[in-house]
Nanobody, 128 residues
Framework: QVHLVESGGGLTQAGGSLRLSCAAS????????MGWFRQAPGKEREFVAT????????HYADSVKGRFVISKDNAKSMTHLHMNNLKAEDTAVYFC?????????????????????WGQGTQVTVSS
């Protein structure tokens, strides 16, 4: 059974930084794309970042490009999202997601329905 557990959320001021982590178990981690999505109150869940199964390719939403960095440690089955220069509009619940690369037909999966496995989420609050 696949389990994804996020950690690292919290409260910070605008301009601050946080690092989110996602611990994975129950899957051959090195075969999986890992993605981060977020959902703010009253809004749809939106794509944030994804990293390829090998960790070589990354892709970001325009809203976080240049501020967020996604990384993948296949040896530890961990994914991280380094968030810098945070803004109030980054406030949301952040979710980690996983997709087997054999099921992905694009270079960078950005749709939530491409990811069958999800964590419970971690809250990030940025005060202005």
């Amino acid at each position: 059974q696949v389990h994804l557990v996020e950690s690292g959320g919290g409260l910070t001021q605008a301009g601050g930084s946080l690092r989110l982590s996602c611990a994975a178990s129950g899957l051959t981690y090195s075969n999986y794309f890992m993605g981060w999505f977020r959902q703010a109150p009253g809004k749809e869940r939106e794509f944030v970042a994804t990293i390829s199964w090998s960790g070589v390719r990354t892709h970001y939403a325009d809203s976080v490009k240049g501020r967020f960095v996604i990384s993948k440690d296949n040896a530890k089955s961990m994914t991280h999202l380094h968030m810098n220069n945070l803004k109030a509009e980054d406030t949301a619940v952040y979710f980690c997601a996983a997709a087997d690369h054999w099921t992905i037909a694009v270079l960078a999966p950005t749709a939530s329905n491409e990811y069958p496995y999800w964590g419970q989420g971690t809250q990030v609050t940025v005060s202005s």
